[in-house]
């Protein structure tokens, strides 16, 4: 009968195992001095095991084929990480090499291109793949960069590029014989193309903003005031003007009032005035304004007006418009202001000055007025309106206005009546 090679007592063949190097052992021998190879599973003696750094024993053929020692600290590695023939444990390979995560090829630190997000491409894909933002010198993916006229960004540059915020606009002593009003006031102007806007980044008191419905930029003047206030915006028109910006259809201008010291009566008075008027003020911008979904009619009648008795109503009537409207009434609780919105885009300085010379005049005296003061005033049709605000915002403003109207095919003069005699 056939022998265990390790005890020496005889077992039937069924009753031996076979164990790699030594021979057939019985069930006691093979459990007291035998284990198992982790990658094949083959039974080797526990003193012929080499006994890997993690504790896991193998065999000698399945430790050779499977690992080595790191080049660089010489403990024990899989062959798992292996660079130009020679191998590395997990941690000196992470410190000196990177896989690139577009063609999984392997490269050290100092051959590759490591990007903003700590993502490391080889060169060839780099150079196909991403780019180096111009402004801060850091590279990205092509995705993450937004090529323009003026070079290419990464996303946060493009908005330190594109935006920023304005200054604060200071005169000693203001004149207010031109503007005929001590209101403050600010102007939002929307441009299609506005070419080397760049160039005013830090040389202009203008806030330059990003407005994805227009293709150019947004201009915001500081919060301005008096004759000096007008002169700023003529500064800045003949700037686009030298610079050929221009506007289209989608753009407008926008005029915020400064109504924060105001009294909850003289604010709802305003409204007041401004519900009422809504038709006429449409008659002195083109149709295709007037009708615009961005500066849409008033939500609101006259009654809701009526109804608001403290200053916690008013707040909650203006909390409830739509910013769309065209007497903004949500900028009061945003900025202190009244926005006026319905105006057609312009650059011409004459232009955006006598509008807001109208409504400062006009919030002016509305301010100052009762609810049946208002009433008794701007009553009857368009024209009797228009021909009550005469006294309000000056003879030259009235006659300009009227003239626009008439361009516009909706007159707002009152018609002359009685027989024309002929000359003969």
Not at 319 to 327: G, I, K, L, P, S
Request: proline content about 3%; glycine content about 6%; overall charge negative.
């Amino acid at each position: 009968m056939p022998l265990c090679c390790e005890c020496g007592n005889e077992f039937s063949a069924e009753e031996l195992t076979a164990c790699e190097g030594v021979g057939n052992l019985c069930a006691d021998c093979l459990t007291r001095t035998s284990v198992n190879c982790t990658h094949c599973n083959s039974l080797i003696l526990e003193e012929n095991a080499v006994i890997h750094s993690s504790g896991s024993p193998f065999c000698r053929r399945c430790y050779d084929r499977n690992h080595t020692h790191c080049l660089i600290c010489g403990g024990e590695t899989s062959r798992r990480y292996r660079v130009n023939r020679e191998y590395y444990c997990q941690s000196c390979f992470r410190e000196r090499f990177a896989t690139c995560p577009a063609c999984n090829a392997v490269f050290s630190y100092n051959e590759g291109h490591c990007l903003a997000s700590g993502v490391t491409y080889c060169r060839t894909c780099f150079e196909h793949e991403c780019g180096l933002c111009d402004h801060c010198g850091q590279a990205f993916q092509n995705d993450d960069l937004s090529r323009t006229d003026a070079g290419c960004f990464c996303e946060e540059c493009r908005h330190n590029v594109d935006e920023w915020e304005s200054s604060p606009f200071n005169v000693d002593n203001p004149n207010y014989v031109v503007i005929g009003s001590r209101r403050r006031f600010g102007v939002e102007l929307e441009t299609s193309n506005c070419r080397r806007y760049r160039d005013l980044n830090g040389g202009t008191i203008w806030e330059c903003k990003v407005d994805c419905s227009i293709e150019g930029r947004e201009f915001v003047s500081p919060i301005l005031y008096g004759d000096e206030g007008l002169a700023e915006i003529n500064n800045f028109c003949q700037i686009a003007h030298n610079r050929h910006w221009r506007v289209d259809r989608f753009c407008g201008y926008h005029a915020h009032f400064d109504v924060s010291t105001e009294s909850w009566e003289s604010l709802r008075s305003i409204a007041y005035a401004y519900r009422k008027t809504y038709d006429m003020w449409c008659r002195l911008v083109p149709e295709q304004r007037a009708h615009n979904p961005y500066c849409g009619p008033p939500g609101y009648s006259l009654d809701d007006i009526l109804g608001i008795k403290n200053a916690c109503e008013f707040e909650y009537f203006a909390a409830c418009r739509d910013r769309f409207e065209f007497a903004n009434w949500r900028a009061f609780l945003v900025h202190g202001s009244l926005e006026l919105r319905t105006h057609e885009a312009s650059l011409d300085a004459s232009v955006i000055c006598n509008w807001v010379k109208l409504h400062a005049r006009f919030i002016d005296c509305m301010a100052a007025m009762s609810l049946d003061d208002i009433d008794a005033s701007l009553t009857g049709s368009v024209t009797e309106q228009y021909a009550a605000i005469r006294e309000y915002i000056g003879e030259d403003l009235w006659n300009h206005y009227a003239d626009c109207a008439d361009n516009y095919g909706s007159p707002v003069r009152p018609r002359l009546t009685g027989v024309l005699v002929p000359p003969f």
